[in-house]
Each structure stands twice: as structure tokens, then as C-alpha cells.
């Protein structure tokens, strides 16, 4: 089993930065990647960044490429999604997600990331 436990969400005005961490606990020897997806209301979830822990090799999805960066701690077990130049579109829940050998696939709880006008 793994436990991801998400923080840094909250609202922030359009323009400014966010960055939101993800500390991973239990099952961590395998990890194949992490990433971050968002969910907005109304709409399906989506992958934003996500990053082969063992390479480092990044994936952004085309709306966030320029402004949002993926990094990884592996000695914390940790990644982190730096977010600059917020959109109201970036509104969404953003859920951290892990990938194992397997494939198991884990999920944090979500943080809400409000960006207003």
C-alpha cells in the first residue's frame, strides 16, 4: 500500500503562483512515476505533469507547458508541481497519483486550487 498525502492547494489570483507537494509513505521501493491530474467541475480528470522517478524524464500536458513544473525529492519520497501564471481555467482539484510496478496505481485525497479573476 501507499499513502499520498497532497498540500499547498488554496485560492490565489489570476497571475500568481501555487506550488502543491505530495509526500509518498508505505510501498515506495517500486515507484514508476508520479504525477499530477485535476479535475474541474462538470469535467472528466486530466493529466497536468507527471515524472519517471527513476530518469527524472518529465510529461506536461500541452494547457501547462511554460508555466507548471513537476520535480521530485527521492530521498523525501516527495513531488511537488510548481504552478506560475494562474488561469481561472487551472481551477480544479488536483489529485496526486502514483504508479508502481504491477501496474498498482495509488491517489491522494485532492487539493482544491481556486484561481480567480
Known amino acids: 500500500q501507499v499513502q499520498l498525502v497532497e498540500s499547498g492547494g488554496g485560492p490565489v489570483q489570476a497571475g500568481g503562483s501555487l506550488r502543491l507537494s505530495c509526500v509518498a509513505s508505505?510501498?515506495?521501493?517500486?515507484?514508476?512515476?508520479m504525477g499530477w491530474f485535476r479535475q474541474a467541475p462538470g469535467k472528466e480528470r486530466e493529466l497536468v505533469a507527471r515524472i519517471t522517478w527513476s530518469s527524472g524524464s518529465t510529461l506536461y500536458a500541452d494547457s501547462v507547458v511554460g508555466r507548471f513544473t513537476i520535480s521530485r525529492d527521492n530521498t523525501e519520497n516527495a513531488v511537488y508541481l510548481q504552478m506560475n501564471s494562474l488561469k481561472p481555467d487551472d481551477t480544479a482539484v488536483y489529485y496526486c497519483q502514483s504508479i508502481h510496478y504491477g501496474p498498482q496505481i495509488y491517489w491522494g485525497q485532492g487539493t482544491q486550487v481556486t484561481v480567480f479573476s
Open positions: 508505505g510501498r515506495t521501493f517500486d515507484t514508476y512515476t
